[in-house]
T-cell receptor, first 109, second 115 residues
């Protein structure tokens, strides 16, 4: 069974600092890895999708890397803003998604 | 539609009551998934459809849970004789074709509270 771990579980940073969120998974035979954002009481918003043949994806201030051999992905958020405060979920897909518990982020103005 | 639509957004059920949760996926999306998210946890897989075929229901927690997608579009998750441990957010996601290189789009979820 695929196990996904996200570290740290929670973090607070001052506005302007870069965020680094880590995700690890146990089974490297994945089709893709997806990062989601979840705001309190809301559904999941897709941020970045990395296909298994790719090593990274970028969108604006967000960059996600994938190292299948070590079973790791990292989400970087540059120059954090208070609006980035949310829970970030990593999910790996192999006919169904396995999620981590999330990184709860608070950006302090 | 433009996104995945779920209804109702909130549902309060008395213990023992049956409930039905609806998911309307993105038009043309072949794959449809249901997930259960308990408070403070990541979503947990329940079941998966490809068109009208239910290919994987291994995540359904008990035989009180039943899902269908009779015409390959709208899906319904039914929970019979609800219990307090069923309280959670139920999320529906759709994908163009499984997860073979394509991402998933999630709905806003249905928050079920069993009292």
């Amino acid at each position: 069974k695929q196990e996904v771990t996200q570290i740290p579980a929670a973090l607070s940073v001052p506005e302007g600092e870069n965020l680094v969120l880590n995700c690890s998974f146990t089974d490297s035979a994945i089709y893709n890895l997806q990062w989601f954002r979840q705001d309190p009481g809301k559904g999941l918003t897709s941020l970045l999708l990395i296909q298994s043949s790719q090593r990274e994806q970028t969108s604006g201030r967000l960059n996600a890397s994938l190292d299948k051999s070590s079973g790791r992905s990292t989400l970087y958020i540059a120059a954090s803003q208070p609006g980035d405060s949310a829970t970030y979920l990593c999910a790996v897909g192999n006919n169904r998604l396995a999620f981590g518990k999330g990184n709860q982020v608070v950006v302090i103005p | 539609g433009a996104g995945v639509s779920q209804s109702p957004r909130y549902k309060v059920a008395k213990r023992g009551q049956d409930v039905a949760l609806r998911c309307d996926p993105i038009s043309g999306h072949v794959s449809l998934f249901w997930y259960q998210q308990a408070l403070g946890q990541g979503p947990e897989f329940l079941t998966y459809f490809q068109n009208e075929a239910q290919l994987d229901k291994s995540g359904l927690p008990s035989d009180r849970f039943f899902a269908e997608r009779p015409e390959g579009s709208v899906s319904t998750l039914k929970i019979q004789r609800t219990q307090q441990e069923d309280s959670a957010v139920y999320l529906c996601a759709s994908s163009f074709l499984g997860d073979r290189g394509y991402g998933y789009t999630f709905g806003s979820g249905t928050r079920l509270t069993v009292v």
